[in-house]
Structure formats: structure tokens, C-alpha cells
């Protein structure tokens, strides 16, 4: 994979920033997005836009196809078994939402135990924390280890009689820890309990199978994915969108409307009521396409590569102290700087073009578990090199100089 | 933009070295403050006497070099001072942060003014405008006697 000509596909690294070149080290916050992706939009409210799935006119049977389309570009992305397994969503957070509402209103009682780890994402956590006061369950963490890593040992552990769900993420967006979620899915599977992945790190840079996986539901953020905001995917098993309730109510996801009762439409226009996010949804398959032409494999190599760069040039900086040392680590890294707290990193970072995250990253649970308030995370995206983590390196010796001196 | 109007000597001094860190016996009055996004955290203690005077100050806290270098000038200025004196610096204070090019206020002296318009450079960053007000905020609430934690996403 040649990155600088792949670069060249996203529009945005032609802006300076602070009269520097932009190094992008903020993809697991956004990823930036490829000029097609962005072309897609613009074609699609100039040349073809109608709403889907209503009128009969030319426009709207096109745009129907279009939308459709991107539903089996996703299932045969994550080899979903049907592509009536994709819901459409307005991101990962509402994925997540849906399942702990409706799962939660049919199969949830009081005592009963929701398990999920330390090192989850707020968007993983919240939602479930709403069923605690609404149904009295009890929410379980298991534990992360010194390493940022979560075992199967450890779910394990916490897995009761009670538990009647298990919500864990695919990708630590802190420590970058990948978690084995196949086998972790294994285990509760053998004692029934189903198994909500968290997939907003995993799906942009790991090559998923939802069938080989086998979970039950999982969630993804598609402007992670170099697609556009206000989009996210739930994949669930069908039995499950077939025995679940419908989660929110109006036009497109009905079957017949009266005035004594209503029966809700076939999947998947259960889950989609209301407008979509119709020109999101067809943009996003071009982010697909985008994936696909360059091979999620080859990004997989090609980021794996850069994180054990970075985590190389970091490990000899004496000064920084990186969080997470994961048995297998994604293209996440979180670091602290003696003496310099991680805001007045990011903004002297800033002043060089290198954008980074500071802050707990919505991990307010594992911050406060490993002491910290906040952290600095670099996080990699298709379009970084060696460079841009040379460049972190270099301006991280400029912020300890600064405050050094 | 210029990092050195940010991190000048005297912030970065403040900040590594904050002044009147810590808590004391017969405080009177206190104020929790706490920014979620960034994980800042300050703990105000006064000793107000009976005539409306600040007799001492300390704070606890941890967070960036901004929040930390504006509650150890912030401390600093306010020993001494009576209460319209105080509400005077922080409306004169806030409002420099905000709009104002100067500090108007006369009851400092010129030193005093340099060191505190020092924080005038977190006016280039608006991500950072909240760790300079944060312990502002928090003496307000303590002055007040307002009940609950300062969070700098419900203030205003």
C-alpha cells in the first residue's frame, strides 16, 4: 500500500493547519474522509435525491436501490448472514441503545445482572445504567488488568446465574486492547447468555465475520470507518430483531395502522422508523468500497505496523509513559508526560498540526481505576505513517521543553 | 497564535509551583469546582471574618497548567481582600477572559495586573477559556455559600 497516494484521497490533509501539515492522530475520535465519500453526498442531493421506501416515482425507486444497496455491502462486509440483519442507526450510541431498551423491556427483570468490563466506552455503560432505575437490574464490571487487557479469566469471574446479557468492546479505545471476543463469546454462549460487542474500534480496523463470531448483536459508528457523521450500524441476529420489540415508533417501520391496533412492518423497517439518514447511508457505501479497494487486511498490516512504531519511539522517550500494554494492541496509543498534563499537551501539539486527543476519552470508569484524570491519545487511521508518529515524537519533546525549561 | 502568549514564564511557574496549595484547619467557607471534559478538579477553602474579609485562602485541586497557575494567582490576590473587593476582581477578571482587552479594576497594583492579564492568552484558545475560570467560578460558589459542585458544562 503506497499511504502517500492514499492520503491523496482525503481533501483534508490539502489544509494547513497552524501554517503546518496536518498529522491526523485523532481516527479513533473521527476518521477523516476519502474524496468519495464526500462526492457521494454532494451527487446524491444534486442528481438523485428522493426519500426512500415511500413514493413510486423515478427518483425514489433509484434512491430506494441505493440505500438498499449499502445494506448488502455491510452484510457481506462483516458476512452477516441476511442482509436484514443491518439496522441502520443514528450511530453506534443508538445501536447500543436499542438493544438495552428493547432487550431490557422484554426479557429484563428486577435482579437480574447486565455484565460488561471496565473498559468500556460511556456509550456502552450509559445505556444499560437507564435499566438499573426502570427495571432494578444490576450492572457488573469485570475487571481489567495492569495491562489494560480484560481475559476471558476475568468475565469469567463475573458471570452469575443472574447475567442475561454481556455488552463488551472489540477495541479498547484507551489501552487498545483487542479483546478475544470470540472465545469470550464462546463462554457465554455455553451458559446462554447473549453477547452485545461494542464494535466502534474494532469494525474500522479488523476484518469481521459476523457468523464465524457468532454474536448476537454489534455495534458500529460509521464515521469512524472514513464514512459520514449521524450514521451508525446494528448488526443483530435475526431471531433477535424478529423477537424484540420495535424501538422507536413512526412512519416507515409500521404494517398496518388503525385506529384500534397497529402491526409493525418486516425487517428491517422495524428498527428504521422515520426518514434515514438517507445520502449517510449511500456515502457509506462508498466508505466500504473505499475499504475494500485497499483490503481491510492490508490496513489491518499496515496500522499494526505503525502502532508498534509508535509504541517503539514512545518506549524511548524516557518522559512518556504509555497506558495499556495489551497482549494484542490496536492502532491506540495512550501515553502521560511527567510533569505536563494532557490538555497543555494537545494544545502545544496542536501548534504544530498534530492533533490528538486529551481527556478520559468517555472512559471515565478505567481512568478512575488506573489513577489517571485524564490521558493524551494518539490513534491511527489508514492515512498515518511512520512521519506523522515521528512528528508526535518530536513535539512531545517540544512540550516537555517548554515545561522543563 | 503564539504558544509563548499561552505558557508564559509565569504560568508555567504557577503552574509547576501553584501557591497556597492545600487545605487548613478553620476554613469557613469552601467550593468544590470539577470540568468533566478535561478531568480538572479544585477544592476552594476561605476564612472569611466578620468583616467580609478573605483572612486566608488555600485550594487543593489537580488539572493543566492553566487551571492550576489561574488558582494559585487567583489565591494570591484574594488574601486580604473584602468582599466587594473580591466580587469586584472577579466580574473585572471574567470579564477580561471574555471581551475586555484590559483589567479596569484599581484596588490591584500594576504587578499584580501583569500577573493576572498573564491569563489573558487562553483568550486565543476557546477550548481552554474554561480552565482559566474554573476556580473563579468555584470562589464565587464558595463566597456564596451555593450548594453543590461548580461543573463548568452547567455554568454558563
Not at chain 1, 122 to 144: C, E, Q, T
Not at chain 2, 112 to 137: E, F, I, N, Q
Request: aromatic share 6%.
Amino acid at each position: 500500500m503506497n499511504i502517500k497516494d492514499i492520503k491523496k484521497e482525503f481533501p483534508i490533509f490539502d489544509n494547513k493547519v497552524h501554517n503546518n501539515d496536518l498529522v491526523y492522530l485523532d481516527s479513533a475520535n473521527s476518521s477523516q474522509k476519502p474524496k468519495v465519500v464526500v462526492d457521494r453526498i454532494y451527487d446524491f442531493y444534486t442528481k438523485e435525491f428522493s426519500n426512500v421506501g415511500r413514493s413510486v416515482h423515478y427518483l425514489a425507486v433509484a434512491a430506494t436501490n441505493l440505500y438498499e444497496n449499502t445494506r448488502v455491502l455491510v452484510q457481506k462486509y462483516i458476512n452477516a448472514k441476511d442482509p436484514n440483519e443491518i439496522v441502520f442507526t443514528k450511530g453506534a450510541t443508538e445501536a447500543i441503545n436499542l438493544v438495552a431498551n428493547t432487550f431490557g423491556q422484554k426479557y429484563l427483570k428486577e435482579g437480574d445482572e447486565i455484565l460488561i468490563t471496565e473498559l468500556e466506552h460511556h456509550s456502552n455503560y450509559v445505556p444499560w445504567h437507564y435499566l438499573r432505575k426502570s427495571k432494578g437490574v444490576k450492572i457488573n464490571f469485570a475487571d481489567v488488568d495492569e495491562n489494560g487487557d480484560i481475559s476471558i479469566e476475568s468475565i469469567e469471574k463475573k458471570i452469575t446465574p443472574k447475567t442475561k446479557i454481556l455488552a463488551i468492546t472489540h477495541l479498547s479505545n484507551v489501552t487498545g486492547a483487542i479483546l478475544p471476543i470470540k472465545e469470550i463469546i464462546q463462554l457465554a454462549h455455553s451458559k446462554n447468555i447473549p453477547v452485545l460487542v461494542d464494535g466502534c474500534q474494532g469494525a474500522p480496523h479488523l476484518k469481521l465475520d459476523m457468523q464465524d463470531l457468532d454474536c448476537d448483536f454489534y455495534a458500529i459508528s460509521c464515521h469512524k470507518m472514513y464514512g459520514p457523521t449521524g450514521l451508525g450500524v446494528l448488526y443483530a441476529k435475526k431471531k433477535w430483531l424478529e423477537e424484540l420489540p420495535p424501538y422507536q415508533g413512526g412512519g416507515g417501520m409500521i404494517g398496518e395502522v388503525k385506529k384500534e391496533g397497529i402491526t409493525f412492518g418486516d425487517l428491517p423497517n422495524k428498527y428504521e422508523a422515520g426518514t434515514m439518514a438517507t445520502a449517510q447511508v449511500i456515502a457509506f457505501g462508498e466508505s466500504i468500497n473505499f475499504i475494500n479497494k485497499l483490503g481491510i487486511e492490508k490496513i489491518e498490516e499496515h496500522e499494526r505496523e505503525l502502532t508498534k512504531y509508535g509504541e517503539e519511539i514512545l518506549r524511548k522517550n524516557n518522559s512518556v509513559k504509555l497506558i495499556g500494554s495489551p497482549k494484542n494492541k490496536g492502532s491506540v496509543l495512550s501515553f502521560t508526560l511527567d510533569g505536563v498534563h494532557p490538555h497543555d499537551i494537545a494544545t502545544i501539539l496542536d501548534e504544530d498540526g498534530v492533533a490528538i486527543r486529551a481527556g478520559h476519552h468517555c472512559c471515565q470508569i478505567l481512568h478512575e481505576k488506573l489513577g489517571l484524570a485524564a490521558t493524551a491519545r494518539a490513534s491511527l487511521g489508514v492515512y498515518n505513517t511512520k512521519d506523522d508518529l515521528d512528528q508526535l515524537n518530536s513535539s512531545i519533546n517540544k512540550c516537555i521543553k517548554i515545561f522543563n525549561s | 497564535m503564539d504558544l509563548k502568549d499561552l505558557y508564559q514564564e509565569i504560568i508555567l511557574d504557577h503552574g509547576k509551583n501553584p501557591r497556597n496549595l492545600g487545605k487548613f484547619e478553620n476554613f469557613n467557607k469552601d467550593a468544590k469546582g470539577h470540568n468533566p471534559l478535561c478531568g480538572d478538579k479544585v477544592h476552594v477553602y476561605l476564612k472569611v471574618d466578620e468583616n467580609k474579609k478573605i483572612s486566608d485562602i488555600k485550594f487543593e485541586g489537580h488539572g493543566c497548567a492553566i487551571s492550576m497557575a489561574s488558582a494559585s494567582i487567583m489565591t494570591e490576590l484574594m488574601k486580604d481582600k473584602d468582599e466587594k473587593e473580591v466580587n469586584e476582581l472577579i466580574e473585572d477578571f471574567l470579564k477580561m477572559i471574555k471581551d475586555n482587552p484590559e483589567l479596569k479594576s484599581k484596588i490591584i497594583s500594576d504587578d499584580d495586573k501583569t500577573k493576572l492579564m498573564s491569563l489573558s492568552g487562553v483568550k486565543k484558545y476557546p477550548m481552554r477559556v474554561k480552565c482559566a475560570t474554573l476556580p473563579w467560578h468555584t470562589l464565587i460558589s464558595a463566597m456564596t455559600n451555593k450548594p453543590g459542585e461548580v461543573n463548568t458544562e452547567k455554568a454558563d
